[in-house]
Structures are given as C-alpha cells and as structure tokens.
C-alpha cells in the first residue's frame, strides 16, 4: 500500500503531533509499505499568495537543497520513508497514492480537494486545533467527506457530536529511547522537571507559579524545565533550562526527576508525561480529557484541575514529603504506561487505512 501523510509545515524542531506521524511513518514502512510525508513551504492562502514573488521561491529552493524541512536534527527515520517538500500543498505537488492522510485542519482543506489518483482519504486527528484557526473553521474540516482516525475518547465524542464516525487508535511510546536508568528511590526527591511551552493551552504559566510556591517553602528545589523556544525571559535563577535538548539529554532529564509537572489545560493525548512515567518519574498532572487516557487520579499519578497553580504545588509538595506515595505512583505509572506500544498503534492503522 502506498500511504501518503501530509504535514502541516517542516519538520525540523520536535512537535509531538508530527512525532506521531513519523512514527507511524517507521512502522508502516516496516510492515512493507511505501510512506511518503509532505512537508509544504506554504499553508494558508495568504501565505500562498505571496508565492508570486522572487523571493519566496528563492528561500524554498535553498531549503530544498539543503534539507532543511527534514527532522533529522531530532527524530530518526527509516531511510525507505520518503520525504518531500513542496511550495504548497495544491494537488498539482502531491504524488498518486493508495491513502493521503491529512495531519492538521489546514491539511483536511487541501486534501479535501485531491483527486482520486492521489488516495482514499483520511483525516488524523490529533486535537480540537481552536488555538490555529476559528472554531467554526475546525469543525468545518471534521465534516469533510474523509475517514476520521481520533487518538483520544475526548476527540472521538467530540467528532460524533458533529455527526460523523472516527476510528480510535491510541498513541503509541518509544521504549527504546526512554527507559529507566535510575531507580526512583535513588533520586532527589525535591527535583523536578516540566516542558516549558509559549502556547498559552499548555499552561506553563500556571506551571511556573507552582513551582514558584514549590522553592518559596523548598529552598533547595531542583527545577529543570526543557523546550523548543528561548527560556522566559524572567525564569529564576533556580531554574535550569534546556533548549532542544537531545534524545540522550532529554531522557536525563527524566531519569533525574523525582516529579515531572504537565499543567497543561488541554491535550491531545500528554507525550512528555507519558515518556516522563516511562523512566520511573511520578507525574502530578492537570486532570484534562487528554491525560485521562494514560493517567488516573491516585493510580499511577497525581492529578489537579487546570488552571490552577496553587493546587499543581500542593501535589509537588505533597510527592515530595511523602517518599511512599511518591514511589508508589511511579511505580505504577511506569507498569501502567507499557501497554501503550507503537507495534499495536501501527497494527491498527494499517488496518484503518485498509478500509475501503
């Protein structure tokens, strides 16, 4: 089967939505198919508008020729995926396939408009994208004539409501490159770690206050936040902070904490958490529909309401004085988490797309 995914821009900095992808990208081509995955220079119209002058085309050629749309700065593909970059995602650029799968709202609109020849359609959907475009305009792209795939119940219910049907598949987790390498007993109990994000839906505000109210009673805190983009600009000086930190690094980072903090006030589905539990971290995390599907309250985490950063403290403060419970939910957490494999993710879309 040849499967065609179409992203919503390059690749080249870690985004768990495209993560996603390529790993399905990996296992689909593992299984013997042919996986090739867009990447376009432009999205929206406005932006392709702009194509009718020289110097858009000029920088497209030069990241064309330098690769520079790939994610092999942070994430390792199967040399057989076949990667393309394209100035726009019109049908004119796309290649005939067996299934196309839209990764993205703006993705759904183009290949809403792709001809036979280039695949029966479907539509991965990762989350409610509100934060990218009207409201309106999302649910707009769910009713397209395309097979839905839901990675969340919370999605599945939501896509129901506008009265169409979805295939639910779980995300998968790399237990190759996360793993355990220090016993959660052995670690300092008042270290922490937290992705550090600029969408304001991932609630890193809210993370930062408790951590605040966390060092103002635990002097010695040991905060390690770690992100795509430049710290803030008023991070305290007892927070350590890692940029793009790589694979290797970032499973340190794990290892190293007693507590991983994911305040997040919405999710798709929670992949730092869910790695965090994998290396033996107790997560205290906001009780949003997304973290449900990994994570229960009192079973194999802590878990707060959203937008609330006093109550996030008190559950840091809590793991921390509390070394029994703190490793039972780790413990747990880790057991819990195993199942969530990407050999039965991708078991499950190659049957979906095999669907006619």
């Avoid at 119940?153 to 790399?174: F, H, K």
Wanted: proline share 7%; with cysteine; charged share 20%.
């Amino acid at each position: 089967m040849k499967v065609h995914f179409v992203l919503p821009t390059e690749g080249t900095v870690p985004v768990g939505g495209y993560k996603v992808v390529y790993e399905y990208a990996n296992g689909l081509v593992a299984r013997g198919h042919e996986v090739t995955i867009t990447h376009p220079f432009c999205l929206l119209p406005s932006q392709v508008r702009e194509m009718k002058r020289l110097r858009p085309w000029l920088t497209f050629a030069k990241r064309w020729a330098l690769r520079r749309f790939t994610p092999e700065a942070w994430f390792k593909l199967d040399p057989a995926v076949k990667l393309r970059f394209v100035p726009w995602l019109h049908r004119w650029f796309m290649p005939a396939a067996d299934v196309v799968v839209a990764t993205a709202w703006e993705t759904a609109e183009w290949v809403a408009t792709y001809e036979p020849r280039q695949g029966r359609r479907f539509y991965l959907i990762q989350h409610f994208e509100d934060w990218s475009g009207d409201r309106d305009q999302v649910l707009r792209t769910w009713r397209l004539p395309m097979h839905k795939i839901v990675i969340s119940r919370w999605l599945e219910a939501m896509v129901a409501e506008q009265g169409e049907t979805s295939s639910y598949i779980t995300n998968g987790l790399d237990f190759k490159a996360f793993g355990m390498d220090v016993p959660p007993q052995d670690r300092d109990p008042h270290s922490v770690a937290m992705l550090y994000h600029q969408a304001a839906w991932k609630g890193s505000r809210y993370g930062l206050e408790a951590l605040k109210q966390v060092q103002a009673q635990c002097p010695d805190l040991k905060a390690t936040l770690f992100g795509v983009c430049a710290p803030p600009a008023d991070l305290p000086p007892w927070v350590t902070y890692h940029q793009l930190p790589s694979q290797h690094l970032l499973r340190e980072i794990y290892n190293r904490a007693a507590i991983f903090l994911a305040p997040s006030l919405t999710e798709g589905w929670g992949l730092p958490p869910a790695e965090a539990m994998i290396c033996g971290a107790a997560v205290v995390l906001t009780d949003v529909d997304g973290h449900r599907e990994f994570a229960q309250a009192n079973v194999n985490a802590w878990m707060c309401p959203a937008a609330d950063a006093s109550a996030l403290a008190q559950g840091v403060l809590t793991l921390m004085s509390d070394p029994v419970q703190r490793l039972r939910l780790a413990q747990a957490g880790r057991e819990s988490i195993q199942r969530f494999t990407w050999s039965s993710a991708c078991e499950a879309m190659e049957e979906t797309l095999n669907k006619k």
